[in-house]
């Protein structure tokens, strides 16, 4: 696994070289993106819908449509979890961070309380 937190700008794009790099993608690649319990699920796919952007700085483009899934605005941060032996990418938007941390929370502290 690769991880990566970027924020996206106003046009959304995500800066993250390692990640993409990682993953080995490049201009053309199709992907299959979806949402899923309130993540961003894009996977290596050659009849993918999208075709990924990526620039020479290694910024991933996020279609419009993609980004209001899971309602995704400029200067919104997210955890990308890259496995590039699975041509996979997983985008944590600030919601599912927060779903996750409140209930790894509960489960060590008893209840969520901290």
């Not at 106003?10 to 993106?33: E, M």
């Not at 020479?56 to 605005?73: M, N």
């Not at 944590?92 to 209930?103: E, K, S, T, Y």
Request: hydrophobic share 50%; net charge neutral; proline share 4%.
């Amino acid at each position: 696994m690769v991880y990566g937190l970027a924020a996206i700008d106003n046009s959304g794009r995500i800066a993250d070289r390692t990640v993409i790099r990682a993953l080995g993608w490049g201009p053309g690649t199709r992907l299959h993106i979806r949402e899923g319990s309130g993540v961003i699920v894009v996977r290596l796919d050659r009849q993918g819908v999208f075709t990924v952007t990526v620039t020479g700085q290694g910024h991933l483009h996020l279609p419009a449509a993609v980004r209001h899934w899971c309602g995704l605005t400029a200067g919104d941060r997210v955890l990308l979890a890259a496995n590039p032996a699975d041509g996979l990418l997983v985008l944590h938007p600030p919601a599912a961070l927060d779903a996750m941390v409140v209930a790894v929370h509960a489960d060590v502290l008893g209840g969520g309380q901290a």
